[in-house]
Nanobody, 115 residues
Framework: VQLQASGGGLVQAGGSLTLSCAAS????????MAWFRQAPGKDLDVVAT????????AYADSVKGRFTISRNNADNTLNLQMNKLKPEDTAVYYC?????????WGQGTQVTVSS
């Protein structure tokens, strides 16, 4: 079972990126899912969460109004639309269940925002 994030890259401040998470090994349609990020030298933070049926979402204050989490249970995928990116959004982004299943941990995707 693995959750693989992709879609990161280098973008200028104010730009946009869309991250995707592909889940394999089992269906995650009944799990709360989340995006996390870890900046260099800092702790892992939760960025956004989404309920199993997409009716509920929650965001860290730092990304509220700029990021949108979504999921497609038919495809077993999770997305994060990131707009108005700031240099402080620079981090490695990961997807996982909430709470985290560390045995599902996959490689993250690097997002770098230049000023």
């Amino acid at each position: 079972v693995q959750l693989q994030a992709s879609g990161g890259g280098l973008v200028q401040a104010g730009g946009s990126l869309t991250l995707s998470c592909a889940a394999s090994g089992r269906t995650f349609s009944t799990d709360v899912m989340a995006w996390f990020r870890q900046a260099p030298g800092k702790d892992l933070d939760v960025v956004a969460t989404i309920s199993s049926d997409s009716t509920g979402t929650a965001y860290a204050d730092s990304v509220k109004g700029r990021f949108t989490i979504s999921r497609n249970n038919a495809d077993n995928t999770l997305n994060l639309q990131m707009n108005k990116l700031k240099p402080e959004d620079t981090a490695v982004y990961y997807c996982n269940t909430d709470p985290i299943r560390y045995d599902y941990w996959g490689q993250g995707t690097q997002v770098t925002v230049s000023s």
